[in-house]
């Protein structure tokens, strides 16, 4: 398995995996047009012909046959070409000593606080492929990228979270809230984000602050929760040093979680390594490995051992990075140590 | 005979009697003689003062029985709303959400808390005994009041207020209160009204949410609940409706009732009500029933009787009227059809 820049190459198989997400990835959109526009724009940027504000680094997860079975994504900078919209989950205190009240009354601001900050986003994996190192690899990649190319990235790093849907993909803050203003379903709110067209939020969304008891208790306690299936990849973003700082999704209310770029421990741990071919033997460890290269970016996940700055990784790692030995890399351990 | 005529400090038993049967809501008549005491003292300096423009005046008025010395009915005119604390309202507003591009028009309503009509005078304190309902009586306990505006134009404003109280149920609960300012003050309609009376209403306003609620938000109880007039207020809320107050723009923060308003000078008692010289003798057969004040201050006196009258003349008034009112032959008193 090795992650690389996507190509159009990879489109009919995009489209396949964009089937398949159903509701709740609204940067995956299962639209032609719109994914041949996408992968065109990230072949663009990983040329380095794209501004920050514009930049969408498109990798795809590719098993040793060339099958694209998972994708993931980093955009240079939210919101510097359209408004970038969270709430941000405030606090109102209705208080009087004297009567004895201290009401405290979650209150959600309309914010475009996380203006300019790279994104994580459009992570997918093929679920016949969600096994071993897969997940990790196709999701840590990233930041193994950021560290090599820091000056391409914002100084914080966000990733929104998937929210609470039940099975119908009905969302319970949506119902209480977006269905009063939007007057359509979330699905098709979410698709019509996915696909650019963010211009309608502004002219629909409650432009006041919301005082969240005005909320169904059901929307209420769903506010900056993960979908049980984000709960993974929100542990692992965690562990890597993102933290919930009280943006929520307008849509559905999942947590938009962030850390400053430079203390993610993958971008920060991450060392230059000279690559060494051999027997990583017993007491090796998973490592991620960059090839340290932009347009021929190659990263892996692999059993390795460091020693002496050099990383020692089998022929079939090297084979996969496309790299011989005494080529530079960029490792990192591939989970926090427990 | 029933006349109106100023609160006196020895009526604070009766007025206490008739503050305990109205309904909650009704918070300018606290069943609380200390407060009641301090709102006819009140009263009392206020028909004593020179005043030559609206301040801190109110006036209270009560409606006795001459016969027994019985009250049967109260109301009251604050001469400026909000001169000493806020005077807070909701206004009714609508916000129109419009997206070309997905064809969607949504005009929101909100509600905005504001202060829009302090200065304005403020009709407060209304009661009759429920046997006076719909009964010329009425009329005189509640327009008796705006012949005294008429006469008295320098101490009051250009523009009436009136807060209606709204529905809440047999229990005492309001719809509108318990998706509104319960969230605020974690008590029940009929507690926080009886604070109100204690306390203030500016005291319990500011705990309000000063934002502007969605009214799309609240349950349709309390969507329904805005506007509406409680039961034993529809005859206070009809006869001003008949006088020309408007409603619609503004209703009460605690229980959504509506508050009615109306330039002091299109007033129908005001703008229609005449001054004209009185003789004393049998009023002729085949009259109407007018509403007959003095034009006195702190001998204000008002009363009902039948007339035949004819504009441009002098009016004939039964000796009885005549003593009722304190006037005698060539003084000249104010009338207005009932």
């Known amino acids: ?338 | 005979m029933l006349v109106m005529r100023p609160a006196q400090m020895a009526d604070l038993a009766e007025v206490q009697r008739l503050a305990a049967d109205s309904p909650v809501g009704v918070t300018s008549l606290p069943d609380d003689s200390e407060r009641l005491r301090e709102k006819i003292a009140a009263s009392e300096a206020s028909f004593a003062a020179e005043v030559s423009f609206n301040g801190e005046e109110s006036y209270f008025f009560v409606l006795e029985d001459s016969e027994s010395g019985r009250l049967v009915g109260c109301s009251g005119i604050v001469a400026s709303a909000g001169y000493s604390e806020p005077f807070y309202s909701f206004r009714n507003e609508t916000f129109v959400h419009n997206s070309r591009e997905l064809k969607i028009h949504n005009k929101i309503h909100v509600l905005s808390l504001c202060h829009d009509l302090t200065g304005n005078s403020l009709l407060t304190s209304f009661y009759v005994e429920r046997a006076l309902v719909d009964t010329a009586w009425s009329e005189l306990n509640s327009r008796g009041r705006l012949l005294f505006v008429a006469s008295h134009p320098e101490r009051f404003a250009d523009a009436v207020v009136v807060e209606i109280v709204g529905h809440s149920d047999e229990a005492g609960d309001s719809p509108f209160w318990d998706a509104v300012g319960r969230n605020f003050f974690d008590m029940n309609y009929a507690e926080a009204e009886r604070l109100c009376g204690l306390k203030s209403r500016t005291f319990l306003a500011e705990l309000m949410p000063h934002y502007p609620i969605y009214v799309p938000l609240l349950p349709d109880e309390a969507q329904e609940a805005m506007g509406q007039v409680h039961p034993r207020a529809q005859i206070s809320f009809d006869i001003l409706m008949r006088e020309g107050f408007e409603t619609d723009h503004y209703i009460d923060i605690f229980d959504g009732g509506p508050t009615l308003h109306a330039r002091t000078s299109g007033i129908r008692s005001i703008a229609q009500s005449r001054v004209v010289p009185v003789r004393i003798g049998e009023p002729g057969k085949g009259g109407r029933q007018y509403l007959v004040s003095n034009g006195q201050l702190q001998d204000y006196r008002a009363i009902v009787a039948d007339l035949d009258w004819v504009p441009g003349k002098p009016v004939t008034l039964s000796l009885a009227a005549a003593e009722a009112l304190g006037v005698g032959e060539g003084v000249s008193v104010r009338l207005v059809a009932v």
């Open chain 1, 1 to 338: 398995m090795i992650v690389r820049p996507v190509r159009s190459a990879d489109l009919p198989a995009l489209l396949e995996l964009a089937r398949s997400t159903g509701a709740g990835l609204t940067t995956l959109p299962a639209n032609e047009e719109r994914l041949a526009h996408r992968v065109g724009w990230a072949e663009k940027t990983f040329r380095g012909d794209a501004e920050r504000a514009d930049a969408d680094y498109l990798f795809v997860l590719e098993n040793d046959e060339g099958q694209v079975v998972g994708i993931s994504a980093v955009a240079g900078a939210v919101g510097l070409r359209e408004p970038w919209y969270n709430y941000r989950v405030g606090l109102t205190v209705s208080a009087s000593q004297e009567l004895n009240i201290h009401r405290q009354i979650p209150t959600l601001f309309l914010a475009n606080d996380l203006t300019g900050n790279s994104e994580l986003c459009s992570l997918f994996l093929h679920a016949d492929y969600r096994t071993g190192l897969n997940g990790r690899l196709l999701s840590k990649a990233r930041f193994l990228f950021i560290a090599e190319f820091r000056e391409l990235f914002g100084d914080k790093v966000i990733a929104e979270m998937r929210g609470m849907s039940d099975a119908n993909g009905r969302s319970p803050f949506w119902e209480s809230l977006g269905r009063h203003f939007f007057k359509m379903e979330f699905s098709t709110a979410d698709y019509l984000t996915g696909v650019g067209n963010k211009a309608f939020i502004a002219e629909l969304m409650p432009k006041f602050p919301l005082y969240t008891c005005f909320l169904s208790e059901d929307a209420r306690s769903v506010i900056g929760r993960v979908h049980p299936d984000t709960e993974p990849a929100l542990a692992m973003l965690k562990a890597e040093g993102f933290s919930y700082q009280g943006y929520v999704d307008i849509f559905d209310a999942g947590p938009a979680i962030e850390a400053q770029t430079d203390k993610i421990r993958a971008v920060h741990d991450s060392q230059n390594l000279i690559l060494a071919i051999g027997t990583p033997g017993d007491d090796a460890s998973a490592f991620l490995i960059h090839n340290r290269k932009r347009e021929d970016c190659r990263i892996t996940a692999a059993p390795a051992r460091m020693a002496a700055g050099s990383l020692v990784v089998d022929a079939l790692t090297a084979k996969r990075l496309q790299l011989n030995a005494g080529d530079q890399v960029r490792a990192v351990a591939l989970s926090a140590r427990g």
